[in-house]
């Protein structure tokens, strides 16, 4: 016999808000800083809980260039969207 399951949105609201959630988005954003270069190279990331009705409070990682150089090198050579995945 086949499981059912039950939708609980409260549950996984806080599944998605939970400490545990941003630890593994969190080590997500650092294998991403790593394979960007790092603070060295004009990157910076972390994990924030979001706000607004687009968020519903859920945790949210981010990589962003933060010096001149990095925005440079992230236009010339893409390299957030090749850490990110999106072109190789």
């Known amino acids: 016999m086949a499981t059912k ?3 609980n949105p409260a ?3 806080a ?6 959630a941003q630890a593994i988005i969190q080590d997500q954003v ?3 800083l790593d394979a960007a270069g790092g603070e060295e190279a004009g990157y910076k990331g972390g994990v924030v809980q979001g706000q607004g009705r687009g968020t519903l409070g859920r945790a949210i990682g981010t ?3 933060y010096t ?9 050579n893409q390299t ?3 850490v990110f995945g999106g072109n190789r």
């Open 5 to 7: 399951f039950k939708w």
């Open 11 to 13: 549950g996984f609201e």
């Open 15 to 20: 599944i998605r808000r939970s400490t545990g």
């Open 30 to 32: 650092d294998d991403w």
């Open 63 to 65: 990589v962003v260039t």
């Open 68 to 76: 001149n150089k990095a925005k440079s090198s992230n236009t010339k």
């Open 80 to 82: 957030l969207l090749r």
